[in-house]
């Protein structure tokens, strides 16, 4: 038989750009080279797709040059099931113009992006459009998942505990500042965290235990995103955090781990610079595997992260995080990652799956999602064409419906 090709997307216009990639070369190196043909592609942070075997070497990105790496310039095929990366070469001689160049094609996309355009719904937009397979979760979910003022609305729609929160947005602050630490004061107890709405990996991410650092937290906050939120904040919360691997009702939970914080609050650099080798992103962070928090705790977060993956419709393995008050004992949901670091594949080996069996899962859910897409009908076929008049000026008297 012959081998599925996955094509492995990363990096684009984020400020997780370098987690992204390490996420990415990490993923391409645990694919069992028997089943898949494996073809890196690169997006640049100006949006340029590259494609090439130097792609593999993590030195390339230090001082990105595509030229001198020999890589090729790409664009993908929006002909819904074409797959294909084309590649455009000026033609020569008499018959000048572009040359067209199918430099491959891919049978299922894997995005590994963190952040804005890629984990965002934005990138699975395009892949739908091209209707190809795709291991992450859908455009609703990568949405939602990614607006953390969104997110925090539809969780609470559904019931499930979050902790209050006030929205704002860079205008108001911009106009009316003192109003706006006014309205926070009002509604939420210090300390407060402050975060952008669509940012991930904790940039711009402040905890405020006063007025003066509201509002310093608030200038990094809306330098990062137009809208922001205000949270309640819990004193050095336990945090938990758990992912879930499926697609349409057959999920399965992971075992949890707790992050292991010098502040109270897990930052940049505890998540990524941490450890032997900050080459391994999340993978490398401190953290407790199998936390001792009791049985019933554990079954509690467990089933909240499987509802809360069915209620965005996920596809794929996603990380949800918890924090428990430690004064109460109250759960709540941090926040939910659809394309998590190092795609939590460290947080599966403990249940005998390895990386190279969680791609062959990833994988597997794309592939019956797009089975069941195909399903679907496209075609609505009615007669309104032919019997239609626009109800244009001066078409006084025509015949037909109008619009
Ligand atoms: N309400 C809160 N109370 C206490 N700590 C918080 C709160 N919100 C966030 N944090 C801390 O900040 C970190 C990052 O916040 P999070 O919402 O997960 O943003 P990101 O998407 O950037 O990871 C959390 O892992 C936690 O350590
Ligand atoms: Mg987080």
Known sequence: MDKLRLGVLYGSRSCEHEVSIISALQLIKAVDPAKYDVTPIYITQQGEWYVGDALLDMKLYTDFDPYKAGLKRVTLDLTAGSGALLHYEPGKGLLRGLREEVVARIDCFVPVFHGLHGEDGSIQGLLELANIPYTSTGIAGSAVGMDKIIMKRFFRGMGYPVLNG????????????????????????????????????????????????????????????????????LDRPVEINCSVLGFDGETETSVLEMPLTDTGTLGFEEKYLRGSSSAKGMASMGRVLEPDIGQELSERIRGLATDIFRALDCKGVVRIDFMIDRTSGEVYITEINTIPG??????????????????????????????????????????????????????????????
Not at 355 to 382: P, T
């Open 342 to 403: 190092s795609l939590a594949y460290y947080l599966w080996a403990r249940k005998g799956v390895s990386y190279a069996m969680l791609i062959d899962r990833m994988v597997e859910c794309a592939m019956k999602a797009q089975r069941e897409k195909d399903e679907n009908s496209y075609a609505f076929r009615s007669d309104i064409l032919r019997n239609v008049a626009l109800g244009a000026k001066g078409s006084k008297g025509s015949k037909g419906s109008k619009l």
């Open 166 to 233: 006030v929205e704002c947005v860079r205008a108001n602050w911009q106009r009316e500042t003192d109003a706006t630490l006014e309205r926070i004061e009002k509604a939420l107890p210090y300390p407060v965290f402050v975060k952008p709405a669509c940012l991930g990996s904790s940039i711009g991410v402040s905890r405020a235990d006063d007025r003066d650092q509201l509002k310093e937290a608030l200038e990094v906050a809306f330098s990062y995103d137009r809208r922001v939120l205000v949270e309640q904040g």
